[in-house]
């Protein structure tokens, strides 16, 4: 910090110094100057850029486990996963495999997929509806700006300072006459 310079002599030390003086801030009284290397100021100004736009397009992936034989508590985890990176910002691709004889009861994954897209919509929109590929159901949501406001505005109005909730996952009752 050198204080308020006059033009020329900023000059002067920037050129005896062997670098260049680039205005940093032109709006300000006086202008904000710095004495520095020019194309370094600008390939780091190039690299700020890039970093801001490669994180918006990013696409995660959720996999609703190895076969259809998945506990309710682990797909309650995978929504709660995918929660967050919709709140990020993020696009989230679902996939649920089949293995083997599942192929033969496809409804089940169909239904799994569609309970996951239900429980996410209230943050996101569904871009690709689910469809099968192979031994793959695939399906992305992107996610819903106003959506994600509305929830957070929600969630600051209940004090909770936009934590995820965990889901509350119903368990088949048990046919095995437990008697207690």
């Not at 996951?116 to 690709?128: F, P, Q, S, Y």
């Amino acid at each position: 910090m050198v204080g308020i310079v006059e033009t020329d002599e900023a000059r002067r030390r920037a050129n005896d110094l062997g670098l260049d003086l680039v205005e940093i801030s032109p709006d300000a009284r006086p202008p904000v100057c710095k004495i520095m290397d020019y194309g370094k100021f600008k390939y780091e100004e190039a690299k700020k850029q890039k970093a801001g736009k490669s994180k918006a397009s990013e696409l995660k992936e959720v996999r609703l486990g190895r076969s259809m034989k998945i506990d309710p508590h682990d797909v309650g985890i995978r929504v709660q996963q995918a929660r967050r990176f919709l709140l990020e910002g993020h696009k989230v691709q679902l996939v649920a495999s089949y293995k083997g004889r599942e192929m033969a009861h496809r409804d089940i994954g169909e239904r799994l997929v569609n309970d996951v897209i239900n429980r996410l919509l209230d943050l996101g929109k569904l871009e690709a509806a689910p469809r099968l590929n192979g031994k793959r159901i695939n399906a992305i949501i992107s996610p819903d700006k106003n959506k994600i406001e509305q929830w957070k505005r929600k969630e600051q109005a209940a004090g909770r300072k936009g934590e995820i909730e965990a889901v509350e996952i119903k368990d088949e009752p048990d046919d095995e006459g437990d008697d207690e």
